[in-house]
């Protein structure tokens, strides 16, 4: 399969915004999708996923400030951040799976991205 490719990572004041892209193509209709991210020393944790229809789930640090979509004909997942603090910052992952519904947990998932690095500033 083709591989997952995120972008839109940088570094941002907190308060900042940003705004991840994943080409997904082939994945994104009728596949479970979802964002984790990592920070050094940490475990991957799930950030927001997104059911093969459409149904989003969300990590409790993320609700309110974070929102999952995608776009199926433009073949892309997008993560919209809002609101980022510096504990946001890390490595975020884009993540697909042949699965109808989706969880947060890492090891269900079996398609990764190389990540996008985002870094947040006081």
């Known amino acids: 399969r083709v591989p997952l490719v995120e972008s839109g990572g940088g570094s941002v004041q907190a308060g900042g915004s940003l705004r991840l892209s994943c080409l997904a193509p082939?994945?994104?209709?009728?596949?479970?999708m979802g964002w984790f991210r990592q920070a050094p020393g940490k475990e991957r944790e799930g950030v927001a996923v997104v059911d093969s229809d459409g149904r989003t789930k969300y990590a409790d640090f993320a609700g309110g400030r974070f929102t999952i979509s995608r776009d199926i004909p433009k073949d892309t997942l997008f993560l919209q951040m809002d609101n980022l603090t510096p504990e946001d910052s890390g490595m975020y992952y884009c993540?697909?799976?042949?699965?109808?519904?989706?969880?947060?947990?890492?090891?269900?998932?079996?398609?990764w991205g190389q990540g996008t690095q985002v870094t947040v500033s006081s």
């Open positions: 993540t697909a799976d042949q699965a109808l519904v989706a969880t947060m947990v890492p090891t269900f998932f079996d398609h």
């Open positions: 082939g994945y994104t209709y009728n596949w479970s």
